[in-house]
């Protein structure tokens, strides 16, 4: 089961990725942790995925980003979401809930 739960996240990767970073400006390790995190320890994202996920989403313009120090005063690349992210997330965020709910009707027949 643990390989269909990667599968699924790699198809959602972005919509996970936008809604973290609607959260606060992050580097690319916060954005693993917090995914991480709000998910109790279920969603694990590792750097293969990631990375290209925020450089996709740079490249539509959803997020931009900028070099800065870090926590423990290393060099990183915070990135954030923009205006163009945000209506991207609100109106992902409407289909997954379509799709979840759909999905969870059928599971739920007898």
Known sequence: MKQ???DLLQGTLDLLVLKALSLAPM????????????SREVLQVNQGSLYPALHRL??????????A???????ARYYRITPKGARALESETESWER????????????
Do not use: C, P
Request: hydrophobic share 40%.
């Open 58 to 67: 740079e490249r539509k313009g959803f997020i931009d980003s900028e070099w």
């Open 99 to 110: 799709f979840a709910g759909a999905v969870a009707r059928v599971l739920q027949t007898t």
């Open 69 to 75: 120090a870090s926590e423990n005063n290393r060099r």
């Open 4 to 6: 269909d739960s990667h």
């Open 27 to 38: 580097h690319g390790w916060g954005v693993a942790q917090r995914l991480q995190l709000l």
